[in-house]
Nanobody, 121 residues
Framework: QVQLVESGGGLVQAGGSLRLSCAASGGTFSEYAMAWYRQGPGKEREPVATISWSGHATDYRVSESGRFTISRDNDKNTVYLQIDNLKPEDTALYYC??????????????WGQGTLVNVTS
């Protein structure tokens, strides 16, 4: 198992940029596929982006996905989510998740507590 702690959220103006971080401890981080999910007010948790163990394969799950960039630094046991041109609809609790066998939802074994992103107009 790996423990995940998200950070970097906050109150942000629309049009700005934000980089979320997810620090992992325990387990072997480089062996985990990683994912970012988010849950907006009154909504179900939805995938935002995923990244493979190597970091060479990524998948973006949201519309206008060009505003999102997922990356990882295995040396720092950290995965990042860069969000550019923030919009109010990006407001959500953002979760980091890890899967030892893949990045599909059923494979994500570990979840962080989330970091809140609140985007204002």
């Amino acid at each position: 198992q790996v423990q995940l702690v998200e950070s970097g959220g906050g109150l942000v103006q629309a049009g700005g940029s934000l980089r979320l971080s997810c620090a992992a401890s325990g387990g072997t981080f480089s062996e985990y596929a990683m994912a970012w999910y988010r849950q907006g007010p009154g909504k179900e948790r939805e995938p935002v982006a995923t990244i493979s163990w190597s970091g060479h394969a990524t998948d973006y799950r949201v519309s206008e996905s060009g505003r999102f960039t997922i990356s990882r630094d295995n040396d720092k046991n950290t995965v990042y989510l860069q969000i550019d041109n923030l919009k109010p609809e990006d407001t959500a609790l953002y979760y980091c998740a890890a899967g030892s066998t893949g990045w599909d939802l059923h494979e994500l074994e570990n979840w962080g507590q989330g970091t809140l992103v609140n985007v204002t107009s």
